[in-house]
């Protein structure tokens, strides 16, 4: 038997397929090469405008500082305006938030979801039925469908009622109890004297 490798022969027509799948694959690499360099370029655009719009609510945050520490003693007017100086900057936090699909929880009524929220602690409140959200301790978001923190909430638990001695008494301890001090003596229930009554009557 002959060790020398096997020629095999491939049609024009065979040749002209294989070259055509090559060139659509080299094709297709350089599309996707391209895509990647958009796609690279784009994530880059937009995180540029993030750090901007971030910077801009630090810009805010940094001026009001640089107000306090020049003015320590503020007028009652910049007092007054403060909060709602405040709440501007904080709705612009979220604006930049809320373009990037990061949105706050919205919890329907005021049982705690388990799927939404937190409970970090509760507290004795009996105006209110029992598990009853009370207050909100920090806001949870969600990055579409995804939740990226949940709400931590503080829910209502009913105080305990005192309960009786004797209702708090352990059983056990009821059964320990020797039967004469739970039964009534049936002798002094026979004879209704008293020892008083006897005493007088002897005499």
């Given at each position: 038997?002959?060790?020398?490798?096997?020629t095999y022969l491939l049609s024009q027509e065979l040749r002209d397929l294989l070259m055509q799948k090559l060139g659509n694959l080299q094709k297709e690499n350089v599309l996707l090469q391209q895509?990647?360099?958009e796609q690279q370029t784009q994530i880059a655009a937009n995180t540029e405008d993030l750090f901007l719009e971030f910077l801009e609510v630090a810009d805010a945050l940094e001026a009001l500082l640089d107000y306090l520490e020049n003015n320590p003693n503020p007028s009652p007017e910049f007092i007054e305006r403060l909060p709602r100086t405040v709440r501007v900057v904080n709705r612009k936090f979220l604006?930049?938030?809320?373009?990037?699909?990061?949105?706050?929880?919205?919890?329907?009524?005021?049982?705690?979801?388990?799927?939404?929220?937190?409970?970090v602690d509760r507290e004795v409140r009996n105006d209110v039925e029992e598990q009853t959200?009370?207050?909100?301790?920090?806001?949870g978001f969600r990055l579409g469908e995804k939740i990226l923190?949940?709400?931590?909430?503080?829910?209502?638990?009913?105080?305990?009622?005192?309960?009786?001695e004797l209702e708090s008494q352990p059983e056990s301890?009821?059964?320990?109890?020797?039967?004469?001090?739970?039964e009534p003596n049936p002798e002094l229930e026979s004879n209704p004297e008293s020892e008083s009554d006897k005493m007088i009557t002897e005499t």
């Open positions: 038997m002959s060790d020398s490798p096997q895509s990647l360099r604006s930049v938030l809320g373009k990037r699909q990061v949105l706050p929880i919205e919890l329907a009524g005021n049982q705690p979801d388990f799927n939404l929220c937190r409970v959200i009370t207050r909100i301790v920090r806001r923190r949940p709400t931590e909430v503080i829910t209502s638990k009913l105080e305990s009622q005192p309960e009786s301890e009821l059964e320990s109890q020797p039967e004469s001090e739970l």
